[in-house]
């Protein structure tokens, strides 16, 4: 590997050339009252390790491999790097013409890879890689990731860029309990029965992976010092449980309908879920139609969701225009405040993002306002809204008197100091209820923004003082 990297036409990072300029002036400048032998070393090499491993670990992997021929100080650097980064382009030959996303050669490349890890003279702290072979050399890099668990490899991202084919886990993951970060991304977890480990994890994200309920349901109760958790388009998933103790910020992203669960997370503080439906079209290649979820049941879902927020201070919600209908389509008569006991006490900042001029959402917002006594500040986003369908079931839309109608909420009246509004057309004149509304009701109101979307797409902004 070190001799590939050797000969290969790879220009030194410009960093590098200079700490050779530099070794050289000082090399040839001699201090007053040395001796002629005694020279200067040059600065960048004075550095520590730990610094130099830093600098080291932002190069890609092949010009951080280049360094070892500079020096004697620097030959040890690489083989100790705490932090490897591989992709595609790291063991391609360095050719412009060829596609640097894709593997060239495999076996090649794969070989490379175990020369790097047999050469380490340090164990690998983070690992990440991302690349297209990651199924079709099952075998090899089970061995990979079985290596780097038993070292104790602390932070492992693990990108499966083949869409054609999912990853499969292997079960060293699983068992390995010195993983504080662990993200995945188009991957299956076939969760052993029993997972002996992931105790230290602190940080699990998910994208796009493929696991069945009770399998993720088992992975998350097994990260009991859970800090952080990231769930995007998961596959195969209907009913999210979460148990977290530890838990302190929750990010949700789901472009199909499913459950989710808050059970046990007395610390969670930070919230931002979006609901990102949307219907199958001739045009589209997935997706769902609005008839094949005709029992998940959205509005009481999402109350259910709510109910478990009591301790959030920061939460943010991300509704899409299908979300919207399947709301409108339920039926349901959506609550004006949550139940006295799942009041969201802690809540400070409040964000939503959804086609805002309709009576379903507009419900919910009076219903968080009078379940959040201490809120400060208000965010919302209004969404813009797809007409190109004939959609089967048409929502409501809201009253223009809608506003006029409620009664103030107690963090309106006392709590409330700041308002943004980004709005898709100062033409609708029932975007303005809310608005207007605050100002009317709003006692020690500061600072209200209110930014318009214009057709040409520049942006005017009003802005109004109380």
Known sequence: MEKNLRTSSVKLPRFLKWARLLHAYLKNKKKQGQPQEEVAEDLISRLPDDILHIILSKLPIRDAAVTTVLSSRWAPL??????????????????????SDNVEDVNEWVDTLFSVLDSRRAPVQKFEIGVEILDCCELDFYEVFDDLCAAGVQELVIRNYEYCD???????????NTIVKLELQHCVLAVPSKVTGLRAVKSLELFDVTVADDKLRRMISRCRAMEKLVIIDCNKVKNIVIRAPSLLELVISSSRPFV???KSSPRLTSVKVSFRYYLKDKYSDGGFC??????????????????????????????????????????????????????LLELKKLCLSWPY??????????????????????????????????????????????????LPAE?????????????????????????KFLLLNAEILKNMNIFYKLREESETTKKIKK
């Open 78 to 99: 690489f083989p100790t790097l705490p932090s490897l980064k591989i992709d595609a382009a790291s063991f391609n030959p360095m050719n412009p013409e060829i596609d």
């Open 166 to 176: 999912l990853y499969e886990i292997p079960w060293p993951v699983f068992s390995c």
């Open 260 to 262: 989710v669960s808050l």
């Open 290 to 343: 609005l008839n094949d979820s005709e029992k998940t049941f959205e509005g009481t879902n999402l109350i259910n969701f709510l109910n478990g927020l009591c301790g959030v201070k920061n939460l943010q919600l991300n509704f899409s225009n299908v979300y919207r209908m399947m709301l409108s389509k339920e039926g349901v008569a959506l609550p004006t405040r949550l139940s006295p006991k799942c009041y």
């Open 357 to 406: 001029n309709y009576h379903t959402f507009n419900m919910i917002l009076s219903c968080l306002l009078n379940s959040s006594p201490h809120l400060t500040e208000i965010i919302i986003c209004e969404c813009t809204v797809d007409t190109s369908h004939d959609y089967k079931y048409c929502p409501v839309a809201l009253e223009l008197d809608f506003w006029d109608k409620q």
């Open 411 to 435: 963090c309106v009246k006392h709590q409330l100091i700041i308002a943004t509004f980004y709005l898709e057309s100062y033409e609708l004149e029932d975007c303005l209820g809310f608005p």
